[in-house]
Nanobody, 128 residues
Framework: QVHLSESGGGFVLPGGSLNLSCVAS????????MGWFRQAPGKEREFASA????????YYADSVRGRFTISRDNAKNTVTLQMNSLKPEDTAVYYC?????????????????????WGQGTQVTVSS
């Protein structure tokens, strides 16, 4: 079992940046593929990005590719999401997620139902 806790959300003007962090409990952080999802009001939770166990491979949704960067520090049990050039449509609750690799290997990492472990979420609001 892994416990996830996000931080770093807030209010930002369009074009601005935010850096989200997710800290995981326990000593097995390196066993998990880590991801970020987001959920806007009235919409389903959607995939944003994922990073492999070592951090050498990443995936991004088309909507965030080129603007967001995911990274992880296994020594600090932390995964971060650097978000640049933010747009109003990026407004959502952002969730950190963890899974042991089944979704990653099968290519279904974009499906939220394949991720068993979730944080409580952090609100990101982009507005002028």
């Amino acid at each position: 079992q892994v416990h996830l806790s996000e931080s770093g959300g807030g209010f930002v003007l369009p074009g601005g940046s935010l850096n989200l962090s997710c800290v995981a409990s326990g000593r097995t952080f390196g066993f998990y593929v880590m991801g970020w999802f987001r959920q806007a009001p009235g919409k389903e939770r959607e995939f944003a990005s994922a990073v492999s166990w070592s951090g050498n491979r990443t995936y991004y949704a088309d909507s965030v590719r080129g603007r967001f960067t995911i990274s992880r520090d296994n020594a600090k049990n932390t995964v971060t999401l650097q978000m640049n050039s933010l747009k109003p449509e990026d407004t959502a609750v952002y969730y950190c997620a963890a899974e042991l690799g089944g979704a990653w290997r099968s290519g279904t990492y974009w499906q939220s139902s394949r991720w068993p472990h979730w944080g409580q979420g952090t609100q990101v609001t982009v507005s002028s």
